[in-house]
């Protein structure tokens, strides 16, 4: 039998930091991966239009952490890469987040002008407003204002989105897109945005590219491991395991659903390939009632690519409940952050601190949102806590 020092369940950004960083130590790394590919959800691969598809959807690199990106760095070049969205309000596709742009783009110059300079009155210029926070306005014209953003850039998108409304979910969920009183129409301000130049995947290839690696593709953990909850013990081949266990995946999953199902949110995607030029940015938003349009968005992938072919792929994004028997919908995306789901999460974690050789780390396993520089930064730090 193999003698590892670590076995880490899950090869998307968390798994795979953690086995880089092990490996880099010499220790040895086994990785189990149940999809038939590395890289998680951030996984892309080149079509036969020429376009680098996102398979799970747009994933963008942003950050204000230069240490994640000096770590990057490493197993990878990136080309500069500002994203750039717009939403479908009474038939004009505006900027998204919905900023002063936006406002000039669906309303006459004089009642624009005068909103305007009410919104910069009142908060300052480039600042970033929760929608929840605009709506508790009392100016009466912001109030106006934030209840016709509410009902056109928020509502449906988000009961679309989540199949819940924005009041029943966390802060979380609707800080993510606040109101920007600014004319920076970027999705994001961050200091760094960019693109790694052969994509996602080769990134992982070069992280995991490490002798100290096994990786096991297609494998479940329960092929693997055996948990033992009444001793608090973890059996790797029928042996006590006493190296650590880095567990990403869903942690109900882990316990049998003993508390009850946590609640997660899907994806599916339709899949066009044409010739051209489909929409003028990567990602267009439909945020319009479910009868209208039963999907929230459409990418774009070219617009994301350094050297753009002639060709063109699009995704049609539509949500869905998270059912992992379900032909659609079949993969878990976002944690629902609504009361229940939270305090059963705390059940299962609590349950499994009982294993000393047990780590929880990334989206699933702490029922928490991460973008992708945030969990590099947590599996880098989670990493050096441990070691020290």
């Not at 129409?185 to 002798?211: A, C, S, V």
């Not at 000393?356 to 990493?383: C, H, P, Q, S, T």
């Amino acid at each position: 039998m193999k003698i590892y020092d670590v076995i880490i369940v899950g090869a998307g950004f968390a798994g795979s930091v953690m086995a880089n960083q092990y490996a880099n130590d010499n220790k040895k790394v086994l990785l189990i991966e149940k999809k038939n590919h590395i890289g998680g959800n951030a996984y892309d691969y080149l079509d036969d239009n020429g376009v680098l598809v996102h398979e799970y959807g747009p994933h963008l690199f942003h950050t204000n952490i230069k240490e994640v990106v000096d770590y990057l760095s490493k197993y990878t070049s990136f080309y500069p890469y500002e994203h750039r969205v717009r939403g479908l309000i009474n038939n004009v596709f505006v900027p998204i987040p919905f900023n002063l742009s936006s406002i000039e783009e669906l309303f006459d110059k004089e009642k624009a002008d005068y909103l305007k300079e009410e919104l910069i009155k009142e908060y300052g210029m480039e600042k970033k407003v929760p929608i929840l926070e605009l709506r508790k306005s009392e100016n009466t014209d912001i109030k106006e204002l934030a209840e016709f953003i509410f009902e056109k850039v928020f509502k449906y998108y988000t009961m679309k989105q989540w199949d819940y409304s924005i009041e029943e979910l966390s802060n979380q969920v609707s800080d993510r897109v606040p109101v920007f009183v600014s004319y920076d129409d970027r999705y994001f301000q961050d200091t760094y945005q960019m693109m790694p130049k052969e994509g996602f995947t080769k990134m992982f290839e070069k992280i995991l590219d490490n002798p100290n690696i096994d990786i096991k593709l297609n494998t479940e953990l329960k092929d693997v491991l055996k948990f033992d909850f009444e001793n608090s013990k973890i059996y790797f081949e029928n042996e006590a395991f006493e190296g650590k266990v880095i567990y990403t995946g869903l942690v109900d999953e882990l316990l049998d659903y003993k508390y009850g199902k946590l609640e997660y949110r899907s994806l599916w995607f339709e899949k066009k390939q044409l010739d051209g030029e489909y929409q003028s940015v990567t990602t267009c938003n439909y945020p319009t009632p479910k009868e209208e349009h039963p999907f929230t968005r459409i990418s774009e992938y070219k617009h994301i690519m350094e050297n753009k072919p002639q060709a063109s792929t699009i995704h049609i994004e539509y949500p869905y409940a998270y059912d992992a028997n379900n032909e659609k919908g079949n993969i878990p995306y976002y944690p629902v952050f609504v009361k229940e789901n939270v305090e059963r999460y705390e059940k299962y974690k609590k349950e499994l601190a009982k294993f000393d050789n047990l780590i929880l780390l990334g989206r699933l396993a702490e029922f928490k949102y991460y973008n992708m520089d945030a969990i590099v930064k947590a599996a880098l730090d989670k990493y050096k806590e441990i070691k020290d």
